[in-house]
C-alpha cells in the first residue's frame, strides 16, 4: 500500500490550492484519513483529518479556510486550501488508516510530502 500526494507549490497570500492524495495497493478498508503539516524546525501537526462517515476535524489555525473532503471509491483524501497565509508554509502529509487485505491488522500509513510555499 501507498499513498501518493500532489498539488503542492508556492501561492501568493490570500491564494489557494488544492492537495489530492491517492491510496493504492491491495487494502481490506480504507478507515480514518488526515493530512498534517511540519514546518522546518516545527512538530509535525495535524491540519484536518475526516473519518469513514465524512466527519471532519480542524485545527483552529485553518478552520474556516481549508476544507478536507474524501471519495471513497478513488481512495482518496483531498484538502482544498484559501485563503493561505505565510504561516501556511510547510510539507504537507496524507495520513490513512488500513486495515490490511491479507491479515486484516490496521496500520497507519503515510505519504511523502508535497510542499506548500506562501509568500507575502
Known amino acids: 500500500v501507498q499513498l501518493q500526494a500532489s498539488g503542492g507549490g508556492s501561492v501568493q497570500a490570500g491564494g489557494s490550492l488544492r492537495l489530492s492524495c491517492a491510496a493504492t495497493?491491495?487494502?481490506?478498508?480504507?478507515?480514518?484519513m488526515a493530512w498534517y503539516r511540519q514546518a522546518p524546525g516545527n512538530q509535525r501537526e495535524l491540519v484536518a483529518g475526516?473519518?469513514?462517515?465524512?466527519?471532519?476535524n480542524y485545527a483552529d489555525s485553518v478552520k474556516g479556510r481549508f476544507t478536507i473532503s474524501r471519495d471513497n471509491a478513488k481512495k482518496s483524501v483531498y484538502l482544498q486550501m484559501n485563503s493561505l497565509k505565510p504561516e501556511d508554509s510547510a510539507k504537507y502529509f496524507c495520513y490513512a488508516r488500513i486495515r490490511s487485505a491479507f491479515n486484516s491488522r490496521e496500520r497507519d500509513y503515510w505519504g511523502q510530502g508535497t510542499q506548500v510555499t506562501v509568500s507575502s
Open positions: 495497493g491491495s487494502m481490506f478498508s480504507l478507515n480514518d
Open positions: 475526516i473519518t469513514t462517515g465524512a466527519s471532519t
